[in-house]
């Protein structure tokens, strides 16, 4: 198989990756949203895996559908500056590099992108993932979300959301035969961890006086995201941000089964970036933007 995908489809999935919405990606694309939601199946279909999944009130990318997206922006930066350049540069767009943790990106960050680039349509927005420390003396990007004290040598920052901790599973898993009353009954239920996040579940378990709660068994995941689509799917009850379930939570996909929530204060997310460049202006809108969504 040429592992090249088709290019109409491609093109479907980065617009509708970028905007979550199929209609606006039509818009956007001058063709219907049937043509789009085709197109896009016949990726999947090529890839053999789903890009996106519904929720109500719109779309969410699935963790292959956000990786995927990050991996293909740039690319599709680069082929738009190329045909600016050949065209005589005309049409003058300019580049934000960003790097995020997995699952801000995919719970956060991408599903209010849309705004930005609907105030912005001459800066491509250009977002990798990692779950590693920003370092702008090794990489080439402008910016980017880091999870910490926002103490971080040579650079500014912005703070995004509170980072408030709250166990959530499957509504049937939380109402099942056993339900979870109190704290003290997560004894006999599987913890999921996000490896990214070790600690969380026993920050949350001593802050509530749950002490019989071992609170680092379990199974563990790469990231926030898989753990918290394990929850969703049954498998036991996740530690999350709320921040970055408020999706779910609303939409009743998970539920929150104990009222007590962890406030970690300072230690949340950052907008962060280094103090000794000049700022562009993609990154000078950019800031401007956040701190009107946040």
């Known amino acids: 198989m040429d592992p090249l995908p088709p290019l109409n489809p491609l093109k479907c999935f980065e617009a509708t990756g970028r905007l979550l919405s199929v209609s606006n990606a039509a818009k956007e694309l001058f063709v ?20 996106f999944r519904r929720i109500p009130g719109g779309l969410e990318l699935t ?45 956060w960050l991408i599903p209010r992108l849309a705004s930005f680039h609907r105030e912005h349509p001459d800066i ?36 995004l959301v509170a980072n408030e901790l709250v166990p959530v599973t499957a509504a049937r898993n939380a109402a099942g035969s056993r339900p979870l009353r109190e704290p003290e009954d997560l004894r006999r239920e599987t913890l999921l961890h996000s490896m990214a996040r070790p600690d ?4 949350w378990l001593q802050a509530c006086g749950a002490s019989r709660v071992n609170g680092y068994r379990g199974m563990k995941y790469e990231t926030s995201l898989l753990a918290y689509q394990a929850a969703a ?39 962060v970036w280094p103090d000794d460049r000049a700022e562009s202006k993609a990154l000078t809108a950019f800031k401007r933007w956040l701190s009107e969504v946040v």
Do not use: C
């Open 200 to 203: 969380d579940w026993q920050f």
């Open 124 to 159: 491509d927005v250009q977002l990798s993932t990692s779950p590693a420390p920003l370092r702008f003396d090794r990489e080439d990007i402008e910016a980017g979300v880091q999870l910490g004290d926002g103490q971080w040598p040579r650079t500014k920052v912005q703070r």
């Open 32 to 51: 219907t949203p049937a043509a789009v939601s085709r197109q896009i199946k016949t990726l999947e279909q090529f890839l053999g895996l789903k890009l």
């Open 233 to 271: 799917e049954g498998h036991g009850v996740a530690i999350a941000q709320k921040a970055l379930v408020e999706r779910e939570l609303a939409a009743g996909v998970l539920v929150a089964p104990f009222d007590f929530v962890l406030d970690r204060r300072a230690h949340t997310y950052y907008f």
């Open 63 to 107: 963790v292959a559908g956000a990786r995927y997206l990050s991996d293909v922006t740039p690319l599709f930066s680069a082929l738009r500056e190329a045909t600016n350049a050949v065209m005589g540069g005309g049409f003058r767009r300019h580049s934000l590099k960003l790097r995020s943790p997995a699952t801000f990106a995919v719970k």
